[in-house]
C-alpha cells in the first residue's frame, strides 16, 4: 500500500480539492503533497541499496485474461524521480497564486498531473506504465488549455497532446507486440527484459517505443511542441512539467528501450540512432537558446539541450553513461524549476522576459541577483555545485562507448555558459533602464527555491549519496 | 450438391416449453409489446406517452432480468429446429439490447415532452426495435435473420421520420428506408446464393455442408461479398456509410442515439454469427473483404469527422471510425477477438450512448440543437453533466482508464495475434486524428460563452450519470465484463 499511496493519496486529494473555497484548496494541497513527500521520502530512506530488483512490490492480478497486473515497484532509476516528483508538486503547489480565480481546479488538476507521473515512474507492468503515461495527459491538456499564458494556450495544448499521443498510441502498438511476439504472454517488465523477442521484431518494436519517448523527453526533432507548450504552461505547472514530465521519457528509454531490446539487427546497430539524436538535441538546444530574447523560451531550449546529455548518458550502455543520466534527471528536475521560477519572478517585478530590454537588476534586487547566480551557475555545470557531476559522468560513459559523440556533445557544455550568462549578464548587471522594479525577492518565495537550491549544493559536493542506490540496479544486469 | 433432408421430430408440449424457454426474453418483451400497444389505445393522449414509457421500462427490465437468469441458470441450446438458439453469445446482447433501451426510454420521455411529441408510438416503435434486435442476435438460420434485420430496420424507419412536421427528420426517414431496402436486398441476394450453395439455411449446417463442397464456386464468393457488403451498410462501415450522417442528423437525437449504438451491435452479432458461425471455412475471404471495409472505415470516418459542426453529424462519423475498429475483432476472430468485439460493443453502448443523451439535453421545443457551439458554457449551466461528457469524450478517444482505452487494448491484442498488424497501426494513427475532434467538442464544454442553467429530468440524469460511472469502472474493473465476453463468444470455437 506504500507506492499505491504515492500516486493514489495525490488523486484522492484532487478530486476533493476541485470542490474546495481556493485559499482553503492551496493549503488542503500542499498538506497532501507534503505526506506524499513525507511517504516517498521515507520509502527512498528505506530503500536497500544492494539489493537485486525492485523493492516495495505490490502485485495484483488487474486483468487476468491478459495476464495485466497492478505491479508497482522501485528501484535505483525510478526511488529518486519519485522523491523529486513530491518535492517538485509541494513546490508547484506552493506556488500557485491563491488571488486567480478558480485556482483550486488549478491545484487538483496539478496533484492529477503528479499522481500520473508517480504512477508512470512505480509501474512495473507495461500495461499500467501505459495506463498512467496516457492518464497524465488530461491534466496536462486541461491545465495547458485552460490555464495557459499567451495568445492562443488551447493551440499549444492540443499540439502537445497531438504529438505526445502521435507517439505514444504507436507506443501501444509495442506494448501489444511485446506481449505477443515475445510468445510468453506476459507484460512484466522485469520477465520481458530475459526473454527478447527475436532481432527482426526487435528492430521494429524498438522504433515505435523510441518515438513516443523521444517525442515525451523530447529530442530533436521531435521538440516542435516544447516551445510552445511550455510558453503557454504558468509558472506553478511549469514547476512539474518541465521539472518531471520530460523524465518520464528519459525513464521510459531506460526502463523498457534499454533492456528489452538488446539485440540490433546483423545489417544495421539502431542503437546509435538515438545517441545521435541526442547530440543533435545538446547542440541545436544550445544554439536555439542562444538565439532566444524571451527568457522563458531561452530556459525552455536550454532544457532540450540538458535532456540530450541525459539521453547520450542512457545510450553509453554502461555503467556509468546510465547512473550519470540517472543523476543528471534529478539534477535537472531540480534546476529547470528554479530557473523558470525566477524568470516568472523578474517578469513579475519588471513587467518583461526580453533579457535584451532588462539591465542593472542586481543592484536594485540584490537578494534576488544572489540566488539567481547559484542557479545559473549550476545550470551550466560549474564543478562543485549538480548538474557538473552528472554532465561529467554522462560524458564518460558516452566517451567509452564512442569518444565522438563525448566530444560533439561537450560543445553543449560550451555553448551553455555563453547563453546562461548572457542572459544573467545581460538582465543583472550593466545600467539600470526603466522603471524601478517593485521590490525585491519575498521572502516567501526565497523559501520557495531553498530546498532546491540546498539540493544543488548537496548532490553537487556528496553525489555517492544518491548514486550508491543506483550501483545495485547497475550491477543486477537488468540494464546492460 | 446434397441436399439434407430434414427429419422432422415429433413436436410435443415439453419441446414446445423447452424452445419457448430458449427465446424466453425475447418472448418476455413480445408480451409486453402487445400489451404497450393496447395501453396505447386505451390511455388518454395526454398521459400516453408517461404510461407506455413505464411499461416499456418495467418489460425492459423484465427481459433483462430473463435474459440474466438464463445467463447463469439454464444451459444454451436450439430452438424451433435450429431456427434460433438462446445461446451466451444470444443473452450477452439481449442484456445489452434491454439495457440500451432503458437507458434510450429514460432520455427520450422528457425530450418527447418538450418537443411536444406526446405519442406512445416512440417507446413501442423502440420495442419493436429492440425485439428485432434480439431476434438477430439469437437466430442460427438465414431466415430468422432475415426476419430480425427487417423488424428492426422497418421500426427504425418509421421512428427516424417521427418528428412529422421536421423536414429533416422526413428527409432522414425516406433515406434510411431506400438505403436500408437496398442493404436488405443485397443481404437476401447474398443469402440466397449461399443457400444455393449449402442447401440450408440452418447456418450451423451451412459450415458443416461446406466443410466438403467446392469453395472456389464463384456464386459462393458472390453470395458471401453480398451479404459483407449489406453488413458493411448496416454497421454503417466505409465505403457504405453515406446514409449515416444524414440519417443520424434527422432523425430526433433519442432514436440516434439508439441507433447508433444498437443498430451496429445488432449488425455486429449478425456478422458474427453468419460469417464466423456458419462460414469459417471462406474466412480468408470475407476477412480480406472486412480488412478492406475496416481500414477505409478508420480512414474516412476520423478524417470526415475533423471538420463537422454538428454534433450529431461528428458522432455518426466517429461510429463509422468505431465501426472500423470493432471490425479488427472480427476479422481476427477466435475467441479472443470474438471476446474484445463483445466487449467493445457493451462498453459503446455507455460512452456512445452517454455522448447522444447530453446532447439530447440540449434540445428545444423547435427542434434539437447539435452545433458545437450550442454546448457552449456546458460547465456552467450543468456541472456534471459537462463532466460527464468529458468523460464520454475521453473514453471515446480511448483514453485510459476509462472504457474505451481498454476496449481498443482488447481490440489491438486480437489484431496483432491474428497477423492483422498493419490494420491495428493503421487505427491507431487514426486515433490521434480522433483525438483531435473529440477533444475540440469539449473545448464550448469547457469555455464561458453562456450559463443559463440547463435543467436535466431525474430520468434523464440518472440515464447519463450511470452511462458515465460505467465509462469508468468497467475500465477500471474490466474482468467480469470481459470474463462474460469470452462466455459469450464460446459458441464461436476456441
Not at chain 1, 537578494?367 to 547566480?373: H, L, P, Q, S
Not at chain 1, 542572459?423 to 522603471?435: K, L, N, T, W, Y
Not at chain 2, 444451459?75 to 453469445?89: E, P, R, S
Request: with cysteine; net charge neutral.
Amino acid at each position: 500500500m506504500t507506492l499505491t499511496s504515492i500516486w493514489l493519496l495525490p488523486l484522492i486529494g484532487a478530486v476533493l480539492i476541485a470542490f474546495m473555497p481556493p485559499r482553503f484548496a492551496k493549503w488542503m494541497g500542499v498538506l497532501v503533497a507534503l505526506v506524499t513527500l513525507g511517504i516517498s521520502g521515507g520509502v527512498a530512506l528505506a530503500f536497500a541499496p544492494n539489493f537485486h530488483g525492485y523493492q516495495f512490490t505490490e502485485q495484483v492480478p488487474w486483468i487476468p485474461q491478459l495476464h495485466i497486473f497492478y505491479h508497482l515497484g522501485v528501484d535505483g532509476i525510478s526511488v529518486w524521480l519519485v522523491v523529486l516528483n513530491a518535492l517538485l508538486t509541494v513546490i508547484a503547489v506552493l506556488a500557485t497564486p491563491v488571488e486567480k480565480p478558480g485556482s483550486n481546479r488549478f491545484i487538483a488538476l496539478l496533484l492529477a498531473m503528479s499522481a500520473g507521473m508517480a504512477g508512470v515512474f512505480l509501474a512495473v507492468d507495461l500495461v499500467l506504465f501505459y495506463v498512467f503515461w496516457e492518464a497524465m495527459l488530461i491534466p496536462t491538456y486541461f491545465l495547458l488549455w485552460l490555464f495557459g499564458e499567451g495568445p492562443s494556450p488551447g493551440r499549444a495544448a492540443i499540439k502537445f497532446v497531438l504529438y505526445t499521443l502521435a507517439g505514444s498510441l504507436l507506443m501501444l502498438v509495442g506494448v501489444i507486440g511485446e506481449y505477443v511476439f515475445t510468445g510468453q504472454q506476459t507484460f512484466d517488465l522485469a520477465k520481458l527484459a530475459t526473454i527478447p523477442p527475436s532481432a527482426t521484431i526487435q528492430f521494429g518494436l524498438f522504433f515505435v517505443f523510441a518515438l513516443a519517448f523521444a517525442i515525451k523527453t523530447p529530442l530533436f526533432p521531435f521538440h516542435g511542441w516544447l516551445p510552445d507548450a511550455y510558453m503557454a504552461a504558468p509558472t506553478p505547472m511549469l514547476v512539474i512539467f518541465a521539472g518531471v514530465m520530460g523524465k518520464t521519457g528519459a525513464y521510459g528509454m531506460l526502463r523498457i528501450l534499454v533492456p528489452l531490446f538488446p539485440n540490433p539487427v546483423d545489417w544495421w546497430d539502431w542503437r546509435w540512432v538515438i545517441p545521435v539524436l541526442a547530440v543533435a538535441a545538446i547542440i541545436w538546444g544550445a544554439l536555439m537558446a542562444i538565439a532566444q530574447r524571451d527568457m522563458k523560451l531561452l530556459v525552455a531550449y536550454s532544457s532540450v539541450s540538458h535532456m540530450g546529455f541525459i539521453v547520450l548518458g542512457i545510450f553509453a550502455y554502461n555503467v556509468q553513461g546510465q547512473q550519470g543520466a540517472i543523476l543528471q534527471m534529478v539534477n535537472h528536475g531540480i534546476i529547470i524549476p528554479a530557473l523558470f521560477l525566477f524568470v516568472a519572478w523578474i517578469a513579475d517585478r519588471t513587467g518583461t522576459r526580453d533579457r535584451s530590454a532588462l539591465a542593472g537588476i542586481a543592484p536594485r534586487m540584490p537578494v534576488m541577483a544572489g540566488v539567481f547566480t547559484i542557479v545559473v551557475l549550476a545550470a551550466l555545470g560549474l564543478p562543485g555545485l549538480n548538474s557538473f557531476v552528472g554532465e561529467f559522468m554522462t560524458l564518460l560513459g558516452a566517451w567509452e562507448r564512442a569518444p565522438v559523440l563525448a566530444a560533439v556533445g561537450a560543445i553543449g557544455l560550451v555553448l551553455a555558459p555563453v547563453y546562461m550568462l548572457r542572459m544573467f549578464q545581460g538582465a543583472m548587471h550593466g545600467e539600470p533602464v526603466g522603471q524601478r522594479p517593485s521590490g525585491d525577492i519575498y521572502a516567501g518565495q526565497l523559501a520557495l527555491v531553498t530546498p532546491l537550491i540546498i539540493l544543488m549544493f548537496a548532490i553537487g559536493l556528496y553525489p555517492y549519496a544518491l548514486t550508491q542506490l543506483m550501483t545495485s540496479v547497475a550491477q543486477t544486469g537488468l540494464y546492460r | 450438391m446434397m441436399l439434407a433432408v430434414a427429419t422432422i421430430p415429433p413436436y410435443g408440449w415439453s419441446q414446445a416449453l423447452a424452445d419457448l424457454g430458449q427465446i424466453s426474453p425475447i418472448a418476455t418483451l413480445t408480451g409486453f409489446f402487445l400489451f404497450a400497444i393496447v395501453a396505447d389505445l386505451v390511455i388518454p393522449i395526454t398521459r400516453r406517452s408517461g404510461v407506455v414509457a413505464m411499461v416499456a421500462v418495467v418489460g425492459l427490465s423484465y427481459s433483462l432480468g430473463t435474459a440474466v437468469y438464463r445467463w447463469l441458470y439454464a444451459t444454451g441450446d436450439y430452438a424451433y429446429q435450429k431456427m434460433a438458439t438462446g445461446d451466451n453469445f444470444a443473452l450477452f446482447f439481449d442484456i445489452l439490447f434491454c439495457s440500451l433501451g432503458i437507458l434510450t426510454v429514460a432520455i427520450s420521455h422528457s425530450y418527447l415532452v418538450k418537443r411536444g411529441m406526446r405519442e406512445g408510438e416512440f417507446h413501442i416503435l423502440i420495442l419493436a426495435s429492440i425485439i428485432g434486435m434480439m431476434v438477430l442476435a439469437s437466430a442460427t438460420s438465414l431466415v430468422t435473420v432475415f426476419l430480425g434485420l427487417e423488424l428492426l430496420s422497418i421500426a427504425l424507419y418509421i421512428a427516424s421520420g417521427f418528428a412529422r412536421d421536421d423536414n429533416r427528420s422526413q428527409e432522414a426517414a425516406a433515406k434510411y428506408l431506400l438505403v436500408g431496402g437496398f442493404a436488405s436486398a443485397f443481404v437476401l441476394y447474398g443469402m440466397a446464393l449461399v443457400y444455393g450453395a449449402s442447401g440450408t439455411t440452418i447456418i450451423p449446417d451451412i459450415a458443416k455442408q461446406l466443410a466438403n463442397a467446392d469453395l472456389g464456386n464463384p456464386l459462393l464468393i458472390l453470395g458471401v461479398v453480398l451479404m459483407g457488403v449489406g453488413f458493411a451498410f448496416k454497421v454503417s462501415a466505409a465505403p457504405f456509410h453515406m446514409w449515416t450522417p444524414d440519417v443520424y442528423q434527422g432523425a430526433p437525437i433519442p432514436v440516434t442515439a439508439f441507433m447508433s449504438v444498437g443498430t451496429k451491435a445488432a449488425a455486429f452479432a449478425m456478422i458474427v454469427r453468419v460469417f464466423a458461425g456458419g462460414l469459417p471455412h471462406l474466412a480468408p475471404e470475407w476477412q480480406a473483404l472486412l480488412a478492406f471495409v475496416a481500414a477505409t472505415s478508420m480512414v474516412v470516418g476520423n478524417l470526415m469527422a475533423i471538420t463537422q459542426t454538428s454534433l450529431k453529424r461528428l458522432l455518426a462519423y466517429s461510429g463509422i471510425a468505431q465501426a472500423g475498429y470493432v471490425l479488427i475483432g472480427v476479422i481476427a476472430g477466435g475467441k479472443a477477438g470474438l471476446a474484445a468485439v463483445l466487449y467493445y460493443l457493451f462498453v459503446y453502448m455507455f460512452m456512445n450512448f452517454g455522448a447522444f443523451a447530453v446532447v439530447t439535453l440540449l434540445a428545444g421545443p423547435e427542434g434539437d440543437r447539435d452545433r458545437l457551439s450550442d454546448l457552449g458554457g456546458l460547465y456552467r449551466r450543468n456541472l456534471p453533466m459537462a463532466v460527464l461528457m468529458t468523460i464520454f469524450m475521453l473514453s471515446l478517444a480511448g483514453f485510459p482508464p476509462s472504457v474505451g482505452f481498454f476496449g481498443k487494448l482488447f481490440l489491438f491484442t486480437a489484431g496483432v495475434s491474428a497477423g492483422y498488424t498493419w490494420l491495428v497501426v493503421l487505427a491507431v494513427l487514426m486515433s490521434v486524428v480522433s483525438v483531435y475532434y473529440y477533444v475540440r467538442v469539449l473545448i464550448p464544454v469547457w469555455t464561458a460563452t453562456r450559463a443559463e442553467p440547463l435543467r436535466a429530468s431525474f430520468s434523464s440524469t440518472m440515464a447519463i450519470a450511470l452511462s458515465g460511472v460505467f465509462s469508468v469502472i468497467l475500465g477500471l474493473y474490466p474482468t467480469s465484463l470481459l470474463i462474460a465476453a469470452q462466455l459469450g463468444a464460446n459458441p464461436f470455437g476456441p
